[in-house]
């Protein structure tokens, strides 16, 4: 088996701006990562593009659109379509999982965000989306 390529840069969408750096940091420092994070959803779709990130870290709930909505969007851009999305979210109970699962997201990190564990679990995240090829395509056509 083939490793990953290497994890160099993310895209992070959450409207709280302290976490935002906190996250930042967390796994530059970590990591070596390149975070690059917006506050909305209605910036998240040129962000991406701009960007090109590997992966993308999305905040389910934002002010501006819903964090399903911007999933959709992202997806919709054929330079996007492969990029794997980690959801967060408060409410991180099995039937959001598996919703979010179903969408064609790679991964559910529950908040708040442990900053010490995230780099880990972002890690296992990656490796398990190069791994396992199948989890790739969504269960559910995203809607918009």
């Not at 911007?70 to 967060?88: K, T, Y």
């Not at 109970?93 to 919703?99: G, L």
């Not at 396992?132 to 969504?138: L, T, V, W």
Request: hydrophobic content about 40%; aromatic content about 4%; glycine content about 10%.
């Amino acid at each position: 088996m083939q490793n990953p390529p290497t994890l160099e840069r993310i895209l992070y969408i959450d409207d709280e701006p302290m976490l935002q750096m906190l996250v930042g940091l967390s796994l530059q420092k970590a990591r070596g990562w390149s975070v690059h994070a917006c506050l909305t959803g209605g910036q998240a779709v040129a962000s991406a593009l701009e960007k090109a990130p590997q992966l993308i870290l999305l905040d389910v709930m934002l002010p501006d659109i819903d964090g399903t909505e911007v999933f959709a969007a992202l997806r919709r851009e054929p330079q996007l379509g492969a990029v794997p999305i980690v959801f967060l979210s408060g409410r991180c109970d099995q039937a959001n999982q598996e919703r979010f699962t179903r969408l064609g997201g790679c991964g559910v990190i529950g908040k708040p965000i442990n900053p010490l564990s995230l780099p880990g679990q972002i890690e296992a995240i990656w490796n398990n989306w190069h791994e396992n090829p199948a989890i790739h395509a969504p269960c559910e056509a995203p809607s918009g």
